[in-house]
């Protein structure tokens, strides 16, 4: 069976620290990769989509970039943390990119301080 | 601009008594999808429709897809304190090259012991 992995489980970054957040999959071969933000009260924020080894779409222009390795492993980074960045960021996973049952991993809570 | 409205925001009930939420666009959707999510952990499909005036039933809940394909509703008969958690709709747009999965911002539900 997948299995959808995601650490830390929770931050605490000062301003201006970096960051990096780790998501991996287990128990599939070529999946479609997404990183989401969920603050509170503006539901789900797709950020980044992968469709494969080293292939990155951003959706929304900002202060983090991601990555992707590896087939099943797909990072979350930034340089320079903002207060703004705080939230809960969520990895998922799909078979295809359009329409598909998206599997959602544990979540990371970061807080900016 | 958020596509996907859903309401209402906050729905406290009692157990056993009866409710429905609303997901409702302007937009048309190829599909439309139902998660639940719990504090701290990530989003669970429910179901997906797909036909316009579609109907699926997951024992107590019942799913409704619009002939329009522009809303759907989720209706919970006899709710229980298991139902407690944020129920999120997401519409999926097809879209040559690109990927547009929209989730709305949830409807937060508590049912009451």
């Known amino acids: 069976s997948q299995t959808i992995h995601q650490w830390p489980a929770t931050l605490v970054q000062p301003v201006g620290s970096p960051l990096s957040l780790e998501c991996t999959v287990e128990g599939t071969s070529n999946p479609n990769l997404y990183w989401y933000r969920q603050a509170a009260g503006r539901g789900l924020q797709l950020l980044f989509y992968s469709v494969g080894i080293g292939q990155i779409s951003s959706e929304v222009p900002q202060n983090l970039s991601a990555s992707r390795p590896q087939d099943r492993q797909f990072i979350l980074s930034s340089k320079k943390l903002l207060l703004s960045d705080s939230g809960f960021y969520l990895c998922?996973?799909?078979?295809?990119?359009?329409?598909?049952?998206?599997?959602f991993g544990p979540g990371t809570r970061l807080t900016v301080l | 601009t958020q596509l996907l409205e859903q309401s209402p925001q906050f729905l406290s009930i009692q157990e056993g008594e009866n409710l429905t939420v609303y997901c409702n666009s302007s937009?048309?959707?190829?599909?439309l999808q139902w998660y639940r999510q719990e504090p701290g952990e990530g989003p669970v499909l429910l179901v997906t429709?797909?036909?316009?005036?579609e109907v699926k039933k997951l024992k107590r809940l019942t799913f409704q897809f619009g002939d329009a394909r522009k809303d759907s509703s989720l209706h919970i008969t006899a709710a229980q304190p298991g139902d407690t958690g944020l129920y999120l709709c997401a519409g999926e747009k097809s879209g040559a090259g690109s990927y547009q999965l929209t989730f709305g911002k949830g409807t937060k539900l508590s049912v009451i012991p």
């Open positions: 429709v797909v036909t316009g005036g």
């Open positions: 998922a996973w799909s078979v295809a990119v359009l329409g598909d049952t998206q599997y």
């Open positions: 937009s048309v959707f190829s599909s």
